[in-house]
């Protein structure tokens, strides 16, 4: 169902909240299948917020939408596996 290759490293922004600039961004790691520009969903080791930004790659930049090829975040969802012992976290990207 999700893919399962071994995590890459996304740069995540958080959403701004309001504010004129984006809190500083972060690493995460990450797994996905085929094109990252092609995806609809990814699967996160963390917890991201909806209207963040993520890049798949490593950047330094204060602003995602300066970043080429970076996504803003439509949706974000935690599914328990049937023992709840684990969650898989979903990015669904605009």
Known sequence: M???PSPRAVTYWPPTNGE???PPPRLI???WDGDPQ???EVVL???V???GYIFFGVSRDLDPKRVF???QIH???KIPNLRNLETVRVAVLC
């Open 29 to 31: 790691g990450a797994r």
């Open 45 to 47: 080791e963390a917890d």
């Open 20 to 22: 004129c600039t984006f």
């Open 49 to 51: 917020q909806e209207e």
């Open 2 to 4: 999700y893919p399962t």
């Open 69 to 71: 090829g970076a996504r």
């Open 38 to 40: 092609r995806l609809d």
């Open 75 to 77: 949706s974000f969802s």
